[in-house]
Structures are given as structure tokens and as C-alpha cells.
């Protein structure tokens, strides 16, 4: 191609292409707002096996694949066979590409950075100026520019090497990404991060709460845009580098309080939604906290099965139970779940914490809802998810950025909270950052008369219209159901419950009275013989519910 | 023409005792099982004397004491306050309002006297 040619090639470059060049990975793309721009030198420095070939090259065959950008990688002392092998790991087609020209691949010498004459190009930069005239590439990955400096350095200065290198590559239109070697962990920050226009910093640590090494991506500069500051996660997979961007809770707080609705959405449990003043309100997270055996997971479930009742669909994120075995203990408490499950109507996640990034989690479960338009969530175990966190710090800005998450979705959710000990007369002050959530539902166990009651009480309900009351809380043919309020007994939350059992006494104690001032009533002479049967017939009736009574107290007990 | 009492208590068996020893006596009753409702008839309909529980949902026997005296403005209207809890101060229920109150498990034929002394 003539140098007009060229010339007008690339004022065609500069108005018709859009400023962002789209990396093709979602979660990078978020981080630098957008992308990187046109003929901007990129940096991505990382120590050995932070996956800086990958990512680069993984930026320019997204081009080609995505962005209709014919691309350039250029390898230093690598063979062919081995970019294939390597290649090979992921689900990238790259040899169709390259007979297609549209992804062309160099492998150089060192040497060949250097030019013969200081007026000529080198020999590298006229090798990717004819691919570019050939195949009108836009991206290039450089890897690494490590291995050219370490081996010029004795003979001249890198620092214009390079300059002079990554503008050689800006002015036939490309723009560069090139990789380098970081050294040392706390080496300092290098002259190349000095002649880019955007540097992001890739890293691999050993974690005490993650099964895996905690790989950070970090951009560290950008000219000419913005990004998302802060370490990042990011994962290596077959489909080459996912990134999870840090979501960001105080950023989301006002579009959250912005359109507050009152509307309830029905626990699903027979009684709950009175003592709850009609129901959970939407867009609201409630932790449901209690002792082992409490009815918390069943709380949870109860209320997904009532949304898609209503046709709204729900996620449960479950770390202990199998889902087949979650269905099969509901099914055994009448609650059909298996065929919810079956049917997608409601989906699950049943994962081991320490597996994942809670980064990654958050970007996942965005997903997952906005996909799958998700309405009600419920998270069975959050004492696993504060597991998967070492650092309370960090554990409370995951929380936040979750609840934030959720709340800007309108999605209404549960959070079980499994408590280690009775929690006394002061439940909320055992229940780990009560103040984040909405709501507060206390599930417990407490013994009267020689029987042990489960036992439900809202302790804190954002818009107020709550009741205080302490419900006995059961399960029947189908499902849970709250009862009447335990009326006469102080002290049961603090595992000492005082006083009369009201029951028992309206119950048992009511009818006697009734019955013996009766009897004397018979036994008096004045009365009619009408009357005298009337009293009979009620005698007999009231006899009959009394030994009924007494039957149910006495044989439950056995 | 026989004397009209209101019983409220969200136990229907308690309700239903009340109803026949009252009922016995030759007294007409109308049953409410909570304080609102309650409330609701009194705007309506004239009683002679109402029978209250104090812990029931949507109102209690207090909230409805209240009211019947100060939006109602039947001052006059005897209301018996019943609680099964046990240690509570009478006084303090009179000088809210209340003509007496009464412990449960209370005898029938208390419940008579103290009927007949108020009306």
C-alpha cells in the first residue's frame, strides 16, 4: 500500500471508528468505563503466571471476533507450537483467523527492535507495518517488552526504545497493548508505566479464605478516561480472563431510597404475614436468625414457593443442603419444591463460598437476576458466606454491596442466620450487623409445661406497622403456620419463661368454674323444668369440650 | 325489655362461657372478638355493660376502655376489664377508666354479682 493509501486509511481510522476500543470482556470494559481508547498505549504488567499473555491476547482476538478489528500479536523468543499449545487451553479458534488475515502472528528476536540506521524504522516495525497495509489491523499485543529491553539495556537507553518503539506503532494507526514483567512484588512503579498512556497491574496471591490463589487486576493510570479504582478479582477459565469489577455500595444508596413503594409481598406462611403487618415489604432484605432446627431454611423456602404462587420467580443460594435433599426434607413439611426446581421457576445455587470471589458472586447474581427477572431471593446460610471472608471489614462492604445490589433490582430477600447459643432477652444485639437489614425475624425454641415450642417474633420491620407479639410457629401437612401469642408468660426469650400459660388456663381451668357454679345452679330447687334441661344440655356440651381439652394437653405431652 | 351487655375476647371459648351464664340470668349478649370490633358496635348500638378482655389483635381492652370514654363519651357505661395475668393493680385499670376488673379463671357466679352490682 502506497503511503497515500496509508495516509488515507488512517484518517478514515480516526473518523469512523468509536473512541472506545471495546476489550470484549464485560468486566474490564466496566472497570475502564467503557474500554480503552484508539491509540492509547496499554500496559499490563503482572509477575510470571498472572495471566498478562492471555489477557492481552485474549483483547485482540475479541476484536477480531467482535469488533471486526483484524489484530496483531507479536511473540519474543516463544515457537509457534508452544502460542498453540498454550492457546489450546482455552475456547479461542485462532488458526481459522490467521488464514483469514485477520489475526496475524510474528515471532521476533530481540535484535529486531533495534534499528540499523537511527533514520530508519527497525526491522519489527516494518514487518507490522506490512501486516497492517495487508490486513488493516487496529489491535497489537507486544509480549513481552521484557524480553527486548533486558537484552538492549547494555547497548542503549531503554526508556527511548521504547518511546520510540510504542510511537512507531501509534503512528500506523495501532494501538498497543504490551505486556511486561513485574519482578518482584514490591518493586516500584517501572519507566514503562511512565511512557503508556493506561498501565493495569495484574497480580496472584496465596489467600487464607479462598481455595484458590486471589488474582487482583488493577488499573493504575488511564489518560483520556476514567476506571473503577481498587484491586479487582478476576478468574482465568477456558474462556480466557473473567474480571469481577468491586461494586461499590455508597455509590447505589440514593437510586435504592429513590422509589420506595410500600407494596407487601406475602411470606407465605399462615399467620406470619399479620404479625408482619401484611407481609415482607418489597425491595426489602430480612435476616431470618435462629438456633439449629428452628424453621429458618423452611421460612425461606415457604416464602419463594408463595412467589411463584404469584408468578414470580426466585433464586435461593443455598451452601449446605443439596438441592434434591432440600427437596426432599420440604416435601417430607408438605412444601413442593422439587417440582419448582425441575421447572426453573425457581433456580439454585448450591456452591461452596470459598470457591468464588464475593466479587464474583455480586457480578454473577446481577446477572442471574436481571436475566431471569428474579423477584425473590433467599440466601440459606449467610454465616457460610462470612466464612468465605476472613476480613470483617471487607466481610461488611461485601454485605453492603450485596444488599445495595438487591435493593436496586427491587428484589424482596431473605438472609438465614444460623446463631450458635440462645440468644437471650436481647436477641438483636447476637444477630452480626442487625442494622444493614430491613427486617429482623427471630425463630427459637422455648419449653412450658415440660414441651418444647418453636417460637417466631418480628424484632425490627422497616415502615413500622409490625407486631412485637411472640407466636408459637408450627409446621402441618402444609408447611408452616404461626399461632396464637403466647399471652401470661414473661420471660421466654431469656429461656425462663414466668407465669400462668393463658391457654391453659382459659382452656381448662374457665370450664371447671363454669361447670361447678352450674352444678350448685341444678342443685338449687327453684327451677323451671324447661330450665333445668337447658342447664343439662350445656352442662353435657361444655363436659364434652372440657375432656376433649384435657386429651389434647395431656397426650401431646406423652 | 332485657338489659344488653357486649362481651369482648378473642377466645371463643371464653366468649361462649360468658354467653351462657349471662344468657342464663336473662341478660341479652352480643359477642365481639376484638377490641375494634368492639368498637364498631358500640358507635351503633346502646349497651348496658361490656366485658373486655385486655390482650387481643388489632385492639386491646385498654385502647377500646379509651375510647369508649373519651371519643364515645359514655362516661357512664360500666366496663369490666378481664386479664389472666396475675399481679396487675386494679386501682390503676379503675383509674383508667375501667368500673372493675376481673382474674381469670374467675367463678361464674362472681361474674354474676359483680354484673348485677353495676347495672
Known amino acids: 500500500m502506497p503511503d497515500s493509501e496509508l495516509n488515507s486509511h488512517l484518517r478514515g481510522l480516526e473518523t469512523q471508528m468509536p473512541q472506545r476500543m471495546k476489550t470484549g470482556i464485560p468486566g474490564l470494559d466496566k472497570i475502564l468505563d467503557g474500554g480503552f481508547l484508539y491509540h492509547n498505549a496499554i500496559l499490563l504488567k503482572g509477575p510470571p503466571g498472572s495471566g498478562k499473555t492471555t489477557l492481552g491476547i485474549q483483547v485482540v482476538y475479541n476484536g477480531v471476533l467482535h469488533f471486526d478489528e483484524p489484530g496483531i500479536i507479536v511473540l519474543f523468543e516463544q515457537f509457534p507450537q508452544q502460542l498453540f499449545r498454550d492457546i489450546s487451553s482455552y475456547q479461542w479458534e485462532i488458526e481459522d483467523l490467521i488464514k483469514e488475515q485477520k489475526l496475524t502472528i510474528l515471532f521476533a528476536q530481540a535484535e529486531e527492535v533495534v534499528a540499523k540506521d537511527p533514520g530508519l524504522d527497525s526491522p519489527l516495525i516494518s514487518k507490522i507495518h506490512n501486516a497492517v497495509v495487508e490486513t488493516s489491523a487496529k489491535r497489537i499485543v507486544i509480549d513481552s517488552i521484557s524480553h527486548f529491553i533486558n537484552i538492549v539495556k547494555p547497548r542503549m537507553d531503554e526508556r527511548e526504545l521504547l518511546l520510540r518503539f510504542i510511537n512507531s506503532l501509534k503512528s500506523i494507526g495501532l494501538t498497543p497493548i504490551l505486556t511486561a514483567e513485574m519482578e518482584s512484588r514490591d518493586e516500584k512503579i517501572g519507566f514503562e508505566e511512565y511512557l503508556v498512556d493506561c498501565a493495569v497491574m495484574l497480580s496472584s496471591e496465596a489467600s487464607k479464605d479462598k481455595t484458590f490463589p486471589m488474582r487482583l487486576i488493577e488499573v493504575r493510570k488511564t489518560r483520556g478516561h476514567n476506571h473503577i479504582r481498587g484491586k479487582h478479582p478476576y478468574r482465568i477459565s477456558e474462556r480466557g480472563v473473567e474480571i469481577f469489577p468491586h461494586l461499590l455500595p455508597r455509590r447505589y444508596e440514593k437510586e435504592v431510597s429513590k422509589d420506595v413503594s410500600l407494596e407487601k409481598v406475602s411470606s407465605g406462611i399462615d399467620g406470619l404475614d399479620e404479625l408482619l403487618g401484611g407481609g415482607y415489604i418489597c425491595g426489602t432484605s430480612i435476616i431470618v436468625a435462629g438456633m439449629p432446627g428452628t424453621f429458618k431454611t423452611t421460612v425461606g423456602v415457604q416464602f419463594l414457593t408463595a412467589g411463584v404462587k404469584s408468578d414470580e420467580k426466585a433464586l435461593l443460594i443455598t451452601f449446605n443442603e443439596s438441592p434434591s435433599f432440600l427437596a426432599r426434607i420440604m416435601k417430607e413439611k408438605g412444601i413442593e419444591l422439587e417440582s419448582y426446581l425441575s421447572s426453573g421457576k425457581i433456580n439454585i445455587w448450591h456452591f461452596f463460598p470459598k470457591d468464588f470471589y464475593m466479587d464474583e458472586l455480586l457480578y454473577l447474581l446481577e446477572d442471574e437476576l436481571k436475566q431471569h427477572d428474579i423477584k425473590r431471593v433467599v440466601v440459606d446460610g449467610i454465616n457460610e458466606l462470612e466464612r468465605g471472608i476472613e476480613d470483617p471489614a471487607t466481610y461488611k462492604d461485601f454485605i453492603a454491596a450485596f444488599l445495595s445490589l438487591l435493593g436496586r433490582n427491587n428484589i424482596t430477600s431473605l438472609f438465614t442466620q444460623k446463631l450458635d447459643q440462645f440468644p437471650g432477652s436481647a436477641p438483636l444485639t447476637s444477630i452480626k450487623y442487625a442494622s444493614m437489614f430491613d427486617g429482623i425475624i427471630f425463630l427459637g425454641t422455648i419449653e412450658i409445661e415440660s414441651a418444647v415450642h418453636k417460637v417466631v417474633s418480628v424484632l425490627k420491620m422497616r415502615g413500622g406497622d409490625f407486631s412485637s407479639d411472640l407466636r408459637e410457629i408450627s409446621c402441618g401437612k402444609n408447611g408452616l403456620y404461626v399461632l396464637d401469642k403466647f399471652v401470661g408468660l414473661t420471660g421466654i426469650l431469656a429461656g425462663n419463661p414466668q407465669g400462668q400459660y393463658k391457654k391453659t388456663v382459659e382452656e381448662i381451668f374457665q370450664p371447671l368454674y363454669f361447670l361447678r357454679d352450674f352444678i350448685d345452679i341444678l342443685a338449687s330447687s327453684d327451677l323451671e323444668e324447661d330450665q333445668r334441661g337447658q342447664i343439662v344440655n350445656n352442662l353435657k356440651t361444655e363436659v364434652t369440650k372440657l375432656e376433649e381439652t384435657l386429651k389434647k394437653h395431656f397426650s401431646e405431652e406423652e | ?119
Open chain 2, 1 to 119: 325489655m332485657p338489659k344488653t351487655i357486649l362481651i369482648v375476647d378473642d377466645s371463643e371459648s371464653i366468649r361462649t362461657i360468658l354467653k351462657l351464664t349471662l344468657e342464663f340470668k336473662g341478660y341479652s349478649v352480643i359477642e365481639a372478638e376484638d377490641g375494634k370490633k368492639a368498637f364498631e358496635i358500640l358507635k351503633q348500638t346502646d349497651c348496658d355493660l361490656v366485658i373486655a378482655d385486655i390482650v387481643m389483635p388489632h385492639m386491646s381492652g385498654v385502647e377500646l376502655l379509651n375510647k369508649v370514654r373519651h371519643e364515645l363519651k359514655k362516661e357512664d357505661l360500666p366496663v369490666i376489664i378481664c386479664t389472666a395475668e396475675e399481679n396487675v393493680n386494679e386501682e390503676e385499670f379503675i383509674r383508667k377508666g375501667a368500673s372493675k376488673l376481673l382474674t381469670k379463671p374467675f367463678s361464674p357466679r362472681s361474674l354474676l354479682e359483680i354484673v348485677d352490682s353495676l347495672i
